[in-house]
């Protein structure tokens, strides 16, 4: 793992304890010499080389046919469900599933379930099916197959995640990417992988990022969390998907003019894949230090990547939240107690002691507590 900086800059000190997500990264300053010095065009006319240069590495990296910039992995998602379905009715329902045409299966705790699956029916008419999940992430096979079957005569679309932020940042192998895939062709859906993490996943996993890729039809690859590039994410797959995606961001809105400026920035990023491994193993000190406070409950994920869930005895995670906030330590709060912790670049293993310290008081307050003895006992 890389050694932090000899003197860290002071205003970074709040950074360095702000763990809510990876998209906290900062362009640093070989990012901003490559904004400053790139070459652009008018990306909503097809010109702008430094998007072309990217496009082609996503392409490659990924191993698809082509790939489009967008300014989000929620955008990205949201097109690709839209031009892998037929078009949408007129006037879709939009507060009944009745109204739907097209059904999206995928995990109940997946992004695209839990956030993201309003906008697809809003925009495409699209009926999302939660599966159950186990907890390394993957679908449960019994629960997937007979929701592929549930829609058999109807337009499908499968949405698989690698890595799993709500499964504990998990990430998935190939061989459970490619069964998954298998089977939801054999009912002729489309196979949609959303990577926002995938970068993450094939460090962890020591593969190309092809290699995780290769069972979908259709790629999202983020380049704004791990990789720290400031906005944007690539949307991969065939040609002519692509050539449709290009139409739908479009139609969004989410055509940007000189987005060789952004572009400049992500191509930096994606030079500094192989730099993820020391994310990953300062999450595994960090989970490691977390583990060592009484009462304190770290998941282990099969394959750990840069994300970090804890839970307390008798705090939910709100409360967490509040007290690690007291503390100097933001987090997210997620279900069942836990909190989230996702460790980027601007985060230094000299941090690890004061978050344990802020756990282990956290809990100290929790313990305190002594409730009053009852007379009516």
């Not at 990924?62 to 992995?73: E, H, I, M, N, Y």
């Not at 469900?81 to 007129?90: R, T």
């Not at 039809?217 to 994410?233: E, I, M, Q, R, W």
Request: charged share 20%; glycine share 8%; aromatic share 2%.
């Amino acid at each position: 793992m890389s050694s932090p900086p000899a003197h860290p800059d002071p205003s970074d000190q709040h950074l360095c304890l702000d763990f809510r997500s990876d998209t906290r990264t900062r362009p640093d300053a070989a990012m901003r010499a490559a904004m400053a010095a790139a070459e652009v065009g008018d990306d909503a006319y097809g010109d702008d080389p430094t998007v072309r240069a990217l496009e082609e590495e996503g392409a490659r990296l990924t191993g698809k046919q082509a790939a489009l910039f967008l300014p989000s992995s929620t955008m990205a998602n949201l097109v690709a469900v839209l031009a892998a379905a037929p078009a949408a009715p007129a006037a879709p329902a939009a507060s009944s599933e009745r109204g739907a045409h097209t059904r999206l299966v995928t995990g109940e705790d997946t992004h695209i379930a839990r956030f993201e699956s309003a906008a697809m029916r809003r925009f495409g008419g699209v009926r999302l099916v939660g599966v159950a999940q186990h907890d390394d992430g993957s679908p449960e096979p019994v629960a997937f197959a007979r929701a592929l079957d549930d829609g058999r005569g109807q337009p499908l679309i499968v949405s698989l995640e690698n890595t799993c932020m709500l499964q504990t940042g998990n990430a998935l192998d190939a061989s459970t990417t490619w069964s998954l895939a298998s089977l939801a062709r054999e009912y002729g859906a489309h196979v949609h992988l959303d990577g926002a993490r995938l970068a993450n996943a094939a460090v962890a996993r020591q593969v190309p990022v092809r290699t995780l890729a290769a069972a979908a039809d259709s790629v999202t690859f983020c380049l704004a969390k791990g990789l720290g590039a400031p906005v944007g994410s690539l949307l991969c797959g065939g040609a002519a998907f692509v050539d449709r995606s290009r139409e739908l961001r479009l139609q969004l809105g989410g055509t940007m003019h000189q987005a060789g400026v952004a572009a400049a920035a992500a191509l930096v990023a994606l030079r500094r894949l192989p730099r993820l491994a020391d994310d990953h193993a300062l999450a595994a000190a960090l989970a490691a230090g977390l583990a060592s406070v009484r009462g304190a409950d770290v998941a282990v994920p099969p394959r750990r990547t840069n994300i970090v869930t804890v839970r307390l005895a008798g705090l939910d995670a709100a409360e967490l939240q509040r007290r690690l906030a007291a503390r100097g330590v933001r987090v997210l709060p997620l279900d069942h107690g836990r909190v989230r912790f996702v460790v980027h670049r601007e985060h230094v293993a000299a941090a690890v002691p004061d978050v344990v310290r802020a756990l282990a008081g956290a809990r100290a307050v929790s313990a305190s507590v002594v409730q009053p003895a009852s007379s009516s006992r």
